[in-house]
């Protein structure tokens, strides 16, 4: 089966580019460089997609064929939930990403931003029976908060886009059993919060598992302290973890605002 959607793009040549889409490619692309500075990249697979505002539900994907350093503004594809390519590109959107994506974008109003990814512990944790560990500091805040949906093989089927959504519920993270680590907010900087939660809970996880030692369980009563003291899903808090990620991207490399 195809991995890529030539079989339902189309251009449309004359679609007027918003102030909101120009800002949404730039702040998604500055995503795609933070995500590369971090190593949380898989060559060319993987997806961080955002919503574009307006009436109709379209997103933003990266193209498929470039590496996370390479995506700039204006390299990126804005699809529909059919994914219809509305403007046009060189590049093919990978059907395996369209499928996660639109599953959550579709079906979670507030759903602007997901984040999806194969990153070496985060498929670790993915891949054990007992999935992610509530006794290490980052764990803890998500104890409960984690959705987790069963590998059917690589995601090109439509059919498993209501699979992933009733899986999902009303959770904001999800683990892709044996297969990778998701999250979605309600803008870049809160997914992006949220699944740098994740990820790092799966670090410490697979760390605290490489030490050899037992490991301590926290107190039920510990964290229900820290499941009510942490806020990874805060405003200000996700914005201004985002800004200064973006920060450090500038600084190395402008090169993704090209619009």
Known sequence: MTIYMHDTARSVKKLPMTESERKARIELAACYRVFDMLGWVEM????????????????????FGL???????????LIDLDGNVLR??????????????????????????????????????ASLKSGLSSHNFYGAMLHGRVAYHDLEGITVELAERERIVSDLGDKHVMILRNHGLLSWGRNVAEA???LWTLQR????????????????????????RMLAESGPGESRTCDDVFAAMVR????????????
């Open 192 to 194: 992006y919060l949220r």
């Open 67 to 77: 590496h996370y350093r390479e995506v700039t503004a204006s390299s990126l594809v």
């Open 88 to 125: 046009e590109s060189k590049w093919p959107v990978n059907r395996a990403g369209f499928v996660i994506h639109s599953a959550i974008h579709g079906a979670m109003p507030d759903a602007h931003c997901v984040m999806h990814t194969h990153t070496t512990n985060g498929v670790a944790v």
């Open 248 to 259: 450090l991207v500038d600084a190395r490399d402008r090169s993704y605002r090209d619009l």
């Open 201 to 224: 809970a799966c670090d410490v996880q697979v760390a605290a598992g490489q030490a050899g030692g037992e490991v301590g369980r926290l107190s039920q009563p510990v964290i229900d």
């Open 44 to 63: 060319i697979f993987n997806h961080i997609t955002l919503r574009v505002p307006g009436p109709e539900p379209r997103f933003l994907i990266n193209p």
